[in-house]
């Protein structure tokens, strides 16, 4: 059985715009894509969040 695809997505505010639509693509192939803006919320602790995804089997892409 293969696990599920995941992806982390990193970028710089310039790219935000491409990222936030390779984010959709991914999600509409159903990939479990990992943007800031969709998995964190204001007052978290966002080093924690993005830490936890590093204990997983993810891939990641950067834009920059």
Do not use: C, N
Not at 27 to 54: F, H, M, N, S
């Amino acid at each position: 059985m293969s696990r599920p695809l995941k992806v982390f997505l990193s970028h710089t505010h310039a790219d935000a715009k491409a990222v936030r639509a390779l984010y959709d693509r991914l999600i509409a192939d159903g990939v479990g894509a990992w943007l800031d803006k969709e998995k964190l919320i204001p007052d978290q602790d966002w080093e924690r969040e993005i830490r936890k995804t590093q204990t997983s089997p993810i891939y990641r892409a950067l834009a920059m």
